[in-house]
Every structure is written in C-alpha cells, then in structure tokens.
C-alpha cells in the first residue's frame, strides 16, 4: 500500500523510505518557532545551543501588547534569546507583529513537504501548506531548537474529497462547522484535504480549515499542493522544497467526499466545539453582549472584507461590543487600505493590533460573568473567554457581523442574497 501525505513528509524527514499507523517517527525539523508563551518561566530553561538558527521563528503574540509585567519580562526573554544565538527572525511588537500562525503563512515560512512545530496548539495551520505542522510541548520545543529533530506517533488518515463550490455568504469556517458536527472529533488521526473543490479555497480559506483541525483533536491537518499554493509559498520564500501529493493507492481509514455547495451558514453551541453545529435559525434571536472577530483562524482579509461587508451603513446594537482583531499587522494595513477598518469603525466595532487578545481569553475582549458571545475565533470552551459562567456560540465573520449589529444571533443572509 501507498502512503498518505503526512506518512511521505514523515517518512522523507526521518530519512525512511516508509513509516505506517502505529510507528514512531523521529524527523529532522525545518522549522521551529517560539512564542512569548514559550518564554514563560514555568516552561522555559536556559538553552546552551541552538542547531540552526536559520530553522528558528520567534513571534510575540497571545501577550501583545504587554498587558502585565510577567508579559512584558517573556518578551524581554525572548528578545536576549534571539540576540545570544543570533535568530534573524524574531517578529517583535509593532511592523511585522502578528499571531504566530499567520505571520508563518504571509512569510511563507511552512515549506511544504517539510515538518514544523511550535508550542501552539494550532501549529496545524501551517498544514495549508502542504506542511505537516503540529504543536508541541516545551520540552519538545526545546529539543526541536537544541538537537533539529523531533517524534511523532504515527496515525491514521481520514481524507476528506471536496467538490464543487461555497454558496454567497458561506465561509471555511461553516464547512468546519458541519464537518464537525457531522463527524465529530478525530482522536490520533491526520486529516487530509484534497479533491476538485480545492481550487474553489482561497489560501485564506485553507487556512481557517488547517487551523481548526486542533478543534478535531487531530495530530496532523495537511492540505494538497496546488500551483496555487506553489505560486503562494514561492513568493514568500526563496529557499527550495518539494510538496508531497498522496499515493494513489494510499492507506486512509476513511474517505468522505464534501460538496462544497451543499454547506449552509451554522453556529456551533457552546462550552464544545464538536458535535454542536446547527443552523443559524436555531438560535437565531439569542440575545448578546459581544461579538468577535479574529484570531490566527479568522482574523484574515478576506474575514476582516466579509465583517466590513455585513455591518457598511448600519450600527452595531446598543449594548453589544463587537471586536475585530486582524491576525497581523499587515493585514490591518492592508484593512486599512481597502477601507474596511473605516467601515467596521463607522459601524461602532472596536477594531484592535493584532494579537490572540480575546480568543484566548487574555486581554481586549475578556468576558465577564454570565456574559454571552458569538466569535468567530477558534474556540468556544467554558472559561476560554473569560468567566466560566460565559456562553460562547461560535459561528462565521459573516454570521457573527450580522449578529454584532442585530445585538442578538442573526443570519447574514440577505447581504449575500
């Protein structure tokens, strides 16, 4: 039997011909890249080498900017530790600033067919890339940095076929909502992307499915290389790779095709992500406190164009906050350039730097006891906001703008009508 996609990189990085579900996988890591996070006293140790520098990314940002003196000495760290070992990539407050994961995708650095790692739990986003990218624990990172090397368990694969193309007003994170709804978590598996409906994903689409894959509880998220995904990567990046497609007599667990045009805008109940999408009239008139928009799964362009879309010459609700976060500093300018940012102001959203902020439950966007919210962001469990009394719905911009100006759960639909 062939090999899926995550099985060639693995194999290819541990210099193997073949690895199968069940195996271990030592690999050689192209990319390892540190947040302030990582700088935390608790997880952090005094580094002797680094193995590559050129290999090392360091981005400041689910404490940015510095809401507490324990922020501000993470990043004080994590500036000396990019001085004392010579790492040119360090993505500090202020121009090139942005969440970890996006500021990996608009750098082109996930090579594909290659493997990276990074503390976060979303590291699967870089799996847009044809990139097999998973987050690790601190120790691991520290071996990552020290040795260049890292290991996996090997899963098994579900590959997922799309077809066809998005209806007006229905986004990447409507089709994670009904994939997750319809099949749940995906426990020790790779997810795999592929099929004629996959030129109908813009990358910014991809990229909210790759980093929603943490949300099935799957090991490794990987999309297949297009040339628009080659095209993608290669003005971003210099450095030569080689993308992997699957074999085609791969070993998946299961293969589940998806039409595309058949997804309809859904909201996903909160305190779990899994198993708890419905449609938006189900809990349509559910009254709200905040909106959100952002995080490293919606807080792209096209995301920020479709909020802006939604709320142009209305208001948001009197009592309703509605916060938009664009995912890095580039994409505010860019917001900002297309006008966007001065529509979702005019609107009355509260548009802030980029930073994990609110989805995490950090800082510009805590909820507070009771308090209930719709977000378009990556999680929606109890206390990941904020108070553990909060109720977080989470849905698409789209779903999430209309609701922000309705002060209650609405559908968009009719501005894509």
Same mark, same amino acid.
């Given at each position: 039997?062939?090999?899926?996609? !995550?099985?060639?990189?693995?194999?290819?990085?541990?210099?193997?011909?073949?690895?199968?579900?069940?195996?271990?996988?030592?690999?050689?890591?192209?990319?390892?890249?540190?947040?302030?996070?990582?700088?935390?006293?608790?997880?952090?140790?005094?580094?002797?080498?680094?193995?590559?520098?050129?290999?090392?990314?360091?981005?400041?940002?689910?404490?940015?900017?510095?809401?507490?003196?324990?922020?501000?000495?993470?990043?004080?760290?994590?500036?000396?530790?990019?001085?004392?070992?010579?790492? &040119?990539?360090?993505?500090?407050?202020?121009?090139?600033?942005?969440?970890?994961?996006?500021?990996?995708?608009?750098?082109?650095?996930? %090579?594909?067919?290659?493997?990276?790692?990074?503390?976060?739990?979303?590291?699967?986003?870089?799996?847009?890339?044809?990139?097999?990218?998973?987050?690790?624990?601190?120790?691991?990172?520290?071996?990552?940095?020290?040795?260049?090397?890292?290991? +996996?368990?090997?899963?098994?694969?579900?590959?997922?076929?799309?077809?066809?193309?998005?209806?007006? *007003?229905?986004?990447?994170?409507?089709? +994670?909502?009904?994939?997750? *709804? !319809?099949?749940?978590?995906? #426990?020790?598996?790779?997810?795999?992307?592929? *099929?004629?409906?996959?030129?109908?994903?813009?990358?910014?689409?991809?990229?909210? %499915?790759?980093?929603?894959?943490?949300?099935? &509880?799957?090991?490794?998220?990987?999309?297949?290389?297009?040339?628009?995904?080659?095209?993608?990567?290669?003005?971003?990046?210099?450095?030569?790779?080689?993308?992997? &497609?699957?074999?085609?007599?791969?070993?998946?667990?299961?293969?589940?095709?998806?039409?595309?045009?058949?997804?309809?805008?859904?909201?996903? %109940?909160?305190?779990?992500?899994?198993?708890?999408?419905?449609?938006?009239?189900? #809990?349509?008139?559910?009254?709200?406190?905040?909106?959100?928009?952002?995080?490293?799964?919606?807080?792209?362009?096209?995301?920020?164009?479709?909020?802006?879309?939604?709320?142009?010459?209305?208001?948001?609700?009197?009592?309703?906050?509605?916060?938009?976060?664009?995912?890095?500093?580039?994409?505010?300018?860019?917001?900002?350039?297309?006008?966007?940012?001065?529509?979702?102001?005019?609107?009355?959203?509260?548009?802030?730097?980029?930073?994990?902020?609110?989805?995490?439950?950090?800082?510009?966007?805590? %909820?507070?006891?009771?308090?209930?919210?719709?977000?378009?962001?990556?999680?929606?469990?109890?206390?990941?906001?904020?108070?553990?009394?909060?109720?977080?719905?989470?849905?698409?911009?789209?779903?999430?703008?209309?609701?922000?100006?309705?002060?209650?759960?609405?559908?968009?639909?009719? #501005?894509?009508?």
């Amino acid at each position: 039997m062939g090999m899926t996609m !995550t099985e060639k990189i693995l194999a290819r990085a541990g210099g193997k011909k073949r690895v199968s579900p069940g195996e271990i996988a030592v690999v050689e890591v192209e990319t390892a890249v540190l947040i302030d996070l990582s700088f935390l006293p608790e997880g952090w140790r005094e580094v002797l080498k680094v193995y590559d520098p050129e290999k090392v990314v360091i981005v400041f940002d689910h404490l940015v900017p510095a809401a507490s003196v324990q922020a501000a000495s993470c990043h004080k760290t994590g500036r000396e530790f990019a001085r004392k070992f010579g790492i &040119s990539r360090l993505h500090d407050v202020g121009l090139d600033q942005g969440i970890s994961h996006a500021v990996v995708a608009e750098r082109g650095y996930a %090579l594909p067919g290659t493997v990276l790692v990074n503390s976060d739990s979303h590291t699967c986003a870089a799996g847009a890339f044809n990139c097999a990218a998973r987050g690790v624990g601190a120790p691991d990172l520290l071996w990552a940095i020290t040795t260049g090397t890292a290991w +996996f368990r090997v899963g098994e694969t579900i590959r997922y076929d799309f077809t066809g193309s998005f209806s007006p *007003g229905v986004t990447a994170k409507d089709l +994670f909502l009904a994939i997750a *709804g !319809t099949y749940g978590a995906h #426990v020790n598996q790779n997810i795999e992307y592929g *099929g004629p409906g996959l030129k109908a994903l813009s990358i910014d689409a991809r990229r909210t %499915l790759a980093t929603m894959g943490a949300e099935f &509880s799957a090991e490794f998220t990987i999309f297949e290389a297009d040339e628009i995904l080659i095209e993608y990567v290669r003005a971003r990046n210099e450095k030569p790779f080689e993308p992997v &497609s699957p074999d085609l007599d791969a070993s998946y667990k299961e293969r589940r095709a998806i039409d595309l045009g058949a997804i309809l805008p859904l909201v996903a %109940l909160p305190d779990a992500v899994v198993n708890q999408s419905v449609p938006v009239s189900a #809990v349509a008139g559910t009254r709200i406190d905040q909106a959100f928009i952002g995080s490293c799964a919606n807080g792209t362009l096209e995301d920020l164009e479709i909020a802006a879309r939604v709320v142009k010459g209305k208001k948001v609700a009197r009592g309703t906050r509605f916060i938009v976060t664009p995912s890095t500093q580039a994409i505010y300018r860019a917001a900002l350039k297309a006008g966007h940012v001065e529509t979702l102001l005019e609107a009355g959203a509260l548009v802030t730097p980029a930073t994990c902020g609110a989805c995490v439950g950090g800082h510009m966007g805590v %909820l507070g006891p009771g308090e209930v919210c719709i977000t378009a962001s990556t999680r929606n469990f109890k206390g990941r906001m904020g108070d553990p009394s909060a109720k977080i719905f989470m849905a698409s911009p789209a779903t999430v703008a209309a609701s922000a100006i309705a002060g209650k759960i609405a559908a968009a639909e009719e #501005v894509f009508a």
